[in-house]
C-alpha cells in the first residue's frame, strides 16, 4: 500500500487546513483497514489526530476533536483531513497512515506551515 499526501505547504492563522491523502495498492475500504492522520510538530513527537476506518467510522483525538474533521472519497480512493482555526502551534510534517492488523503504512509526509 502506497500513501502520498498533498496539500498546501503554508496556511495563514485562523484558516482551515486541508490535506489530502491518495491511496494507491490497496483500497481505503478494505477490511479492517484504518486510515489515519498524523503529525509531528518540530522537536516533538508524534501526534495522532483521528481515523476513518474501512466502514467510514470516525475516530476522533480528544485534544484536537473540536477543530478537525476527516471524510474520504471511495471513488477517488482518497481520505482528507480538515484543520480549522489553526495557529503557528500547529506547524508541523503532517502523515498519513495506514494501520492493516498487520503492520502499518506510512506516506513521506508534508510540511505544512501556518504563518502570516
Known amino acids: 500500500v502506497q500513501l502520498q499526501e498533498s496539500g498546501p505547504g503554508l496556511v495563514k492563522p485562523s484558516q482551515t487546513l486541508s490535506l489530502t491523502c491518495t491511496v494507491s495498492?490497496?483500497?481505503?475500504?478494505?477490511?479492517?483497514?484504518?486510515w489515519s492522520w498524523i503529525r509531528q510538530a518540530p522537536g516533538k513527537g508524534l501526534e495522532w489526530m483521528g481515523a476513518?476506518?474501512?466502514?467510514?467510522?470516525?475516530y476522533d483525538s480528544p485534544s484536537l476533536k473540536s477543530r478537525t474533521s476527516i471524510s474520504r472519497d471511495t471513488a477517488k480512493n482518497q481520505f482528507t483531513l480538515q484543520l480549522s482555526s489553526v495557529t503557528p502551534e500547529d506547524t508541523a510534517v503532517y502523515y498519513c497512515?495506514?494501520?492493516?492488523?498487520?503492520?502499518?503504512?506510512w506516506g513521506k509526509g508534508t510540511l505544512v506551515t501556518v504563518s502570516s
Open positions: 476513518i476506518a474501512y466502514s467510514g467510522s470516525l
Open positions: 497512515n495506514v494501520h492493516t492488523g498487520f503492520m502499518d503504512y
Open positions: 495498492g490497496g483500497s481505503i475500504t478494505t477490511n479492517y483497514y484504518y
